[in-house]
């Protein structure tokens, strides 16, 4: 998530720190356009909550 060229994104990136050399990867994207998202890690996954889609607020998980 996030913004790009004046439009919210659903693209996730991850960054795997363990590495020599840490790398930033592209991963699945959210099935939402979301920037000013608030991200937690609960039992190692990954919770994106809220945002806004460049209309209106969201209200939902992924």
């Not at 590495?19 to 608030?38: E, F, H, L, N, T």
């Not at 190692?44 to 992924?62: M, R």
């Amino acid at each position: 998530g996030g913004w790009c060229s004046g439009d919210a994104i659903a693209s996730v990136e991850r960054l795997d720190p363990g590495k020599a050399i840490p790398v930033w990867q592209c991963v699945a994207p959210m099935s939402k356009r979301r920037c000013g998202v608030g991200v937690a890690v609960v039992d190692n996954l990954l919770y994106a909550v809220g945002g806004h889609d460049g209309q209106t607020y969201l209200n939902s998980i992924e």
